[in-house]
């Protein structure tokens, strides 16, 4: 079974809302990095937003600051995604990813080497369709 399970993908109008959710199911220790990253079809996996789960540091791509909220829930062990003002290209499928650093690496940094170069643990997925 994956670490993480998001669920809360669903097909929704331009203009909407979604909240998304990510159970942590395998502890990976109280001082850690967790993330929302999503892929289009036939694109490149991007980092959405981020945040340090003993700091509450968070960062999000440019393109969804201001409509997107990351957050969390220690005593459910629950991470989350709040969508607002969903547009077209927010569709992609959304994975959360978890792992034990010292500080979230920054966007540039994940855009630059991948998602994967600084988080083992993923979930495997859930969809998000926004139509115009």
């Known amino acids: 079974q994956a670490p993480l399970v998001e669920s809360g993908g669903d097909s929704v109008q331009a203009g909407g809302s979604l909240r998304l959710s990510c159970e942590l199911l395998?502890?990976?220790?109280?001082?850690?990095?967790m993330a929302w990253f999503r892929q289009a079809p036939g694109k490149e996996r991007e980092g959405v937003a981020s945040?340090?789960?003993?700091?509450?540091?968070?960062e999000y791509l440019d393109s969804v600051k201001g409509r997107f909220t990351i957050s969390q829930d220690s005593a459910k062990r629950t991470l989350y995604l709040q969508m607002n003002s969903l547009k077209p290209e927010d569709t992609a499928m959304y994975y959360c990813?978890?792992?034990?650093?010292?500080?979230?690496?920054?966007?540039?940094?994940?855009?630059?080497?991948?998602?994967?170069?600084?988080?083992?643990?993923w979930g495997r997925g859930t969809q998000v369709t926004v139509s115009s």
């Open positions: 990813a978890a792992d034990r650093l010292w500080g979230c690496p920054s966007m540039t940094a994940v855009q630059a080497r991948g998602g994967s170069a600084f988080f083992r643990y």
């Open positions: 395998q502890y990976t220790g109280r001082r850690k990095c």
């Open positions: 945040l340090n789960t003993r700091s509450g540091t968070t």
